[in-house]
Each structure stands twice: as structure tokens, then as C-alpha cells.
């Protein structure tokens, strides 16, 4: 007996495609697809600083790396200075407005109570990295004494107060994580952190980022903070800093001392002047990305 095989079955008809999917509802669909996408993405833009406040400093040079005996602070560092450089800064009060405000309460201090930034050194420069100045202590030394009334700063403690980064040469900004100070001045109950960084690239600091308070930065005068940064510093031998740790981890308090001096300008540099300035039609933009 012979077996046919079945008639295949019929072929399902042909969509019209270009009913369904013309250029418009293609358009339409790419649209659609790309403003969901783009409303779906949560914001993450940064803050915009924006300089609320101009402030100079005039840096000088002693001739030597060793601070004469002065009677008082009132006193230059040394009688036969020369003159660096003036650096402006600009500040960010719209940002963290409790950190530039102490800020410049130390640079317009009464220097007859030898609470201003002025003849104060720049105790420590990291090649490539940042200068740190304004360390708290004794104002014979070229340290900084506070003022009285110094307001606490609740933004140290203030995530939002950490968000800008030390992206570029210039950046100025309170020194928490790398703070000189004394641990005896630092227990004080009346202590007030006035140290600052002000980085001197030629690189960003990404160290610093989310430790220090960024408040500011330099709008004049970045190849005095350059001309500083190439100063030579005290660096000491492998086996002195091998020792210097073996001491340490036995509890030497010695250690802490011997690593002041580590990193200083073998050339005095401080800061001979500073202050406030007024600017009524500033030719600066007032806002910087």
C-alpha cells in the first residue's frame, strides 16, 4: 500500500512591517527610551563654589632655616627678609561659611595679640604635594595663637563640608588629617584648628580628599606657592627614620619630636602680612568649576 505524506501546512502570511515601523514610530520609540533613561539616572552633581571672599598673603624669606631670638611676637621673624610674593585667595563662604569665617578672623587678627596669621611660618613643604602653615603654638616660635572668641567649628564634623576635592594646584583648605598641632594643644578644651594646606602640585592630592575641608583657592600669585614648593626640606636618611620607628613602637615620645623638623624648609619662609580684600567690581569671575 502506497502512504502519501501530508500537504505541509500553510505558510503563516507575511507581517507588513512597514505598517508597523515606519521612521516616525522609530523616532518616536528612540526618544521615549532615552528620556526614561535620562530621568531614571539619580543627580550627582557637585557643588559649585562660589568666592564669597578675597584675602592676601605676603610670603617672605629669611636668608637662613634658624629663627633668631626675638622678644616678642610683635617682631619680624628675621630683620633682613625678602619679599616672595603676595598670594590672593578666594574663599568659599557659600559652601562652608563657619570655615572661612574663622579663616578670616585669623588673617585680620591683632598681630599686638598675636592672633593673625601674620609672622607665622610655613613649618612644613612635601615636594609635589602641599605646604602646610598656621601651626598652633607659641607666637615667639612663628606659631599661631587663636583668638579668644574664636567660634567653634561645627563643620569639621559636617560630611557635606568634605565634598570638594584636591583636584589641582592652588587648593586651600583646613588641615584635619595632616594637623601638626600638639597633642597637649589639641586637649585643650578652648582649641581651635586654624592650620591650612594649600596644595602646589603640579598633580592633584587625592590623599587629602574627604579629610580636609577644601574652602578655598589661589586666584593670584600661584608661582609664589610654587616658588615655595621648590624650597629645599629637611629629609632624613633610611636609618633615621628606621630608628625613629623602632622608638615608636616602644612608646618614645622622643619619636613624635625627632619627626617635627622632618620635611621643613631648610630656608625660613612665613608669612609677613595678610589681610582682607575688598573688591567692589571684581573682574573675577565668581565662580570656578
Given at each position: 500500500m502506497a502512504y502519501s505524506l501530508p500537504p505541509p501546512p500553510p505558510s503563516p502570511p507575511s507581517l507588513p512591517l512597514h505598517?508597523?515601523?515606519t521612521r516616525r514610530s522609530l523616532l518616536l520609540l528612540s526618544t521615549t527610551t532615552t528620556t526614561t533613561t535620562t530621568l531614571s539616572l539619580p543627580s550627582t552633581l557637585p557643588p559649585t563654589p562660589t568666592v564669597t571672599d578675597r584675602v592676601f598673603m605676603d610670603f617672605s624669606l629669611c636668608p637662613n632655616n634658624f629663627l633668631p631670638d626675638r622678644a616678642n611676637s610683635l617682631s619680624p621673624i628675621c630683620s633682613d627678609s625678602t619679599l616672595l610674593g603676595r598670594v590672593v585667595l578666594g574663599l568659599f563662604g557659600n559652601l562652608v561659611p563657619l570655615t572661612v569665617s574663622?579663616?578670616?578672623?585669623?588673617?585680620?587678627?591683632?598681630?599686638a595679640t598675636s592672633s593673625s596669621y601674620k609672622n607665622t611660618l610655613v613649618h612644613k613643604v612635601f615636594p609635589g604635594q602641599y605646604l602646610l602653615a598656621g601651626r598652633q603654638g607659641r607666637p615667639d616660635k612663628g606659631e599661631v595663637r587663636p583668638p579668644h572668641d574664636l567660634?567653634?567649628?561645627?563643620?569639621?564634623?559636617?560630611a557635606k563640608a568634605f565634598a570638594l576635592t584636591h583636584s589641582r594646584p592652588g587648593v586651600v583648605s583646613l588641615s584635619l588629617s595632616e594637623n601638626d598641632d600638639d597633642d597637649d594643644v589639641k586637649l585643650d578644651p578652648e582649641y581651635r584648628n586654624?592650620?591650612?594646606?594649600?596644595?602646589?602640585?603640579?598633580g592633584p592630592c587625592p590623599q587629602l580628599?574627604?579629610?580636609n575641608i577644601v574652602f578655598g583657592t589661589v586666584l593670584e600669585g600661584l608661582d609664589?606657592?610654587?616658588?615655595?614648593a621648590s624650597i629645599p626640606t629637611y629629609q632624613p636618611s633610611e636609618r633615621i627614620r628606621q630608628f625613629n620607628d623602632l622608638a615608636e613602637f616602644f612608646g618614645d615620645g622622643r619619636a613624635q619630636n625627632a619627626r617635627n623638623i622632618w620635611n621643613r624648609?631648610?630656608?625660613?619662609?612665613?608669612?609677613?602680612?595678610?589681610?582682607?580684600l575688598k573688591v567692589t567690581k571684581p573682574s573675577l569671575t565668581p565662580s570656578l568649576p
Open positions: 505598517n508597523h515601523f574663622n579663616f578670616k578672623s585669623v588673617c585680620l587678627g591683632s598681630n567660634p567653634r567649628n561645627t563643620e569639621t564634623v559636617d586654624v592650620e591650612f594646606l594649600i596644595t602646589t602640585g603640579p580628599d574627604n579629610k609664589v606657592i610654587t616658588a615655595i624648609p631648610l630656608t625660613t619662609v612665613y608669612i609677613s602680612d595678610c589681610g582682607e
